[in-house]
């Protein structure tokens, strides 16, 4: 079995509180936040940000040579969503990438074939939550991203320190009517909940104990269980049938983040492995048309390859001042007048296709003569004017800072004002763009940014992909 040698998780900066909801709609108001992917994100755009951090600081010759990407919200249909963060992540043309979309259970389908590809392949889970407004999947809900890298079990897998061994899995696969969703509707649908829960616990027990049995381990062995699911009460019968300890049982993330749906074990298993120490065992089991486990032990490698930022910091980072017509706006539940601008072209194919490395991957030129950086890469150095191919100059993980930026009130936008600012990387190179994740009172000269994957606009039908700058994130408490 193939063992688990990078991971990652991105949750975005936006929350919205709970109780805001009531506020608006009235009812009872419901404690903690959930995570909301912002105006210019969707689950392609948060696959990126989380294949970005399990991605950096691996070491070279490591990447994935394969691709797999889960989520129930994918961003196109008919089209691979996965060939987007392929190019974003810079993956290797000879690389394949599939999608493995529309259910919740795909993200743990990704995980199974990354597991067993024979090459390094990394499972990338991603999912936008929600439902009708004032709907218990709108208020449980959440947004997020995870990925994990395995090595691959074949004569061509990665030798770079494996930080999770898996030793066992354990499947019950069964056809009811739990949770659906038309093609075209905005919401799913669920069945009663003691129907779930009466159909849910047997399948989860015996897939449970058959990834133990194969691991040869006994529940009071399990340091970390994670139990994951759209259906809550089931997913709390079917801990408390497990046989581990209360204890051991690992934090959902719900009350802070939601529920990200095809991403939610994936994230939580980020954040166990943020803290877990060496040579412990963490069981993850998911109920999702029937029950999957899988049992992990980590390993020493672990302290080494910690994921950054680990999923506490960005949880603690978050920003709950989301309004809820703001919310329901970027979710196209609130139709709002538009500025009156023209509305904006959508992208057209031939060019994008020219420009793949610039446009997805961040890719600048670097003049093979003075050592100029090009943003973007430019035929003539506009330094020494030396012509010729520019060397490749990857800068998505630059960091750069604030030289000057403008607050426009008037241009096209789902969250209004744009902000757009001229930005200096470190190490030369200069680059006009709109900064994300931030209020423009807050934006000085000489703040420091990074640079993030984002959807920047969707005109008739065709998103737009592109990097935009946000603040640099820090870790809480510190500077």
């Not at 989860?204 to 529940?219: I, R, S």
């Not at 069981?283 to 930022?309: C, I, Y």
């Not at 490395?357 to 093979?368: L, M, N, T």
């Not at 703040?447 to 700058?469: C, I, L, P």
Request: a negative charge; proline letters at 8%.
């Amino acid at each position: 079995m193939g063992g688990l040698i990078a991971y990652g998780a991105y949750v975005p900066h936006r929350r919205l509180r709970r109780a805001e909801i009531a506020a608006v709609l009235g009812g009872p108001a419901a404690p903690g936040t959930r995570a909301v992917a912002g105006h210019d994100e969707d689950s392609t755009s948060l696959g990126v940000e989380a294949g970005r951090t399990a991605l950096r600081g691996l070491p070279q010759g490591h990447a994935p040579r394969r691709l797999f990407f889960a989520s129930s919200a994918p961003a196109y249909t008919d089209k691979t969503n996965a060939t987007a963060v392929h190019a974003a992540l810079r993956l290797d043309r000879s690389a394949p990438a599939a999608d493995m979309c529309g259910a919740i259970r795909s993200g743990l389908d990704a995980v199974t074939a990354a597991v067993d590809s024979p090459v390094p392949a990394l499972a990338v889970l991603s999912d936008l939550r929600g439902g009708l407004p004032g709907g218990a999947d709108e208020r449980d809900g959440g947004d997020a991203a995870a990925a994990l890298l395995f090595s691959g079990s074949g004569d061509e897998a990665s030798t770079a320190p494996v930080i999770a061994e898996l030793l066992g899995q354990g499947w019950a696969t069964a056809e009811f009517l739990d949770r659906w969703r038309p093609q075209g509707d905005i919401s799913s649908r669920i069945w009663e909940e003691r129907f779930g829960e009466q159909a849910y616990v047997p399948l989860a027990e015996a897939a449970f104990a058959q990834a133990l049995k194969k691991a040869d381990l006994t529940p009071d062995a399990v340091d970390h269980l994670i139990v994951a699911g759209a259906h809550g009460r089931a997913v709390r019968a079917a801990a408390a049938r497990t046989g581990v300890p209360r204890e051991a049982w690992a934090d959902d993330l719900t009350r802070a983040i939601g529920n990200p749906g095809t991403a939610q074990f994936g994230v939580v298993l980020c954040d166990v492995l943020d803290r877990a120490g060496a040579g412990e065992t963490i069981a993850v089991l998911l109920l999702a048309d029937g029950a999957s486990s899988l049992v992990f032990r980590t390993t020493e490698a672990l302290g080494e390859r910690r994921s950054s930022p680990a999923v506490a910091e960005q949880i603690a980072g978050g920003d709950d001042s989301l309004p809820y017509a703001t919310f329901l706006t970027w979710r196209g539940l609130l139709d709002r007048e538009p500025p009156r601008r023209p509305d904006p072209e959508p992208p057209y194919a031939p060019p994008m296709y020219r420009s793949t490395d610039w446009k997805y991957a961040f890719v600048a030129g670097r003049c093979a003569s003075c050592g100029t950086r090009h943003l973007p890469p430019a035929d003539v150095c506009r330094a020494c004017r030396h012509t010729g191919e520019m060397e490749p100059e990857p800068m998505a993980d630059v960091p750069a800072t604030i030289a000057t930026f403008t607050v426009d009130h008037l241009a096209y936008s789902l969250s209004p004002p744009v902000i757009s600012a001229v930005v200096d990387f470190d190490g030369g190179g200069r680059l006009r763009c709109e900064l994300t994740d931030t209020d423009p009172g807050a934006v000085r000269i000489g703040d420091r940014v990074e640079m993030s994957f984002r959807r920047t606009q969707t005109a008739r039908g065709v998103h737009n992909y592109f990097w935009k700058a946000r603040p640099a994130r820090r870790v809480p408490g510190q500077g």
